[in-house]
């Protein structure tokens, strides 16, 4: 049996800090955030921003447990999705380069499912191991990491893990607004400019509604396979 959560509201440092589950079931967690939020991999220390800029532009700076670099959220820029999965679950797999796999197709699946393909490019699944660059360290959808999904080079869904003994917490997110002119404000080094950032992400015209049922079934349907 598969646990789905829909949280509705409330600020990304909340959902971020949610406590993991006490049973040994997959659990989805939908996040809508009431506040928008420049959001820190769980290495990156907060000098990386301009704290004065996001008070001028009105968002948090909050710090995931997962790894990464910035993700920018709230506002309907992304579709955010966590994926629990237990170590007793078949689909889970030690190696964290592996580990998210077959999340990345079963979103690949949902986002063909709606057309994507059709009107935006080929969408492909990254399988090989982490490539890095001069921004990635910086920026999540500059690098690539096992299992994120793109729309020709650009990064469509990003997916951060959190792994303890009992649990791995896959965090997804779906750019749905690529904001490089928000991105180049907030980052404190003057050299990540709007022209390095432009085109990482995707902007994509889904209905929010849509693309929770079409990815959720396409997970359920990977999650009771095995």
């Known amino acids: 049996m598969i646990i789905v959560d829909h949280v509705i509201g409330g600020s990304p440092a909340d959902h971020h800090a949610r406590e993991l589950p006490h049973d040994e079931r997959p659990h989805l967690w939908w996040f809508t955030s009431s506040r928008g939020a420049i959001v820190l ?18 968002l948090d700076i909050v710090t995931r447990r997962s790894g990464g670099g910035l993700v920018l959220v709230g506002h309907d820029r992304e579709v955010w999705l966590d994926v629990l999965l ?9 190696d964290i380069s592996l580990a998210s796999a077959w999340l990345g197709r079963a979103w690949c699946d949902a986002l063909l499912d709606l057309g994507v393909g059709d009107t935006s490019g080929l969408v492909t699944v990254h399988e090989g191991p982490m490539e890095h660059n ?3 360290p910086l920026v999540c959808f500059a690098g690539r990491a096992p299992g994120e999904v793109f729309i020709g ?3 469509a869904v990003g997916i951060s893990q959190r792994r303890t003994r009992e649990w791995v917490r896959f965090q997804c997110a779906l750019s749905l607004r ?9 980052v404190a080094d ?4 709007v022209e390095r950032l432009s085109g990482l992400g995707t902007d994509l015209d889904l209905d929010v ?18």
Request: glycine share 2%.
């Open 41 to 58: 991999g769980s290495a990156q220390s907060a000098d990386v921003v301009d704290r004065s800029e996001c008070e001028r532009l009105d």
């Open 153 to 155: 080079r650009s990064k």
């Open 134 to 136: 001069e921004l990635s």
């Open 190 to 193: 003057s050299s990540v400019t």
């Open 209 to 226: 509604s849509d693309v929770v049922d079409a990815v959720q079934r396409r997970i359920t349907e990977r999650l009771a396979a095995r």
């Open 178 to 186: 690529w904001e490089p002119k928000t991105m180049a404000a907030v």
């Open 86 to 94: 237990p170590s007793s679950h078949p689909l889970w797999v030690n």
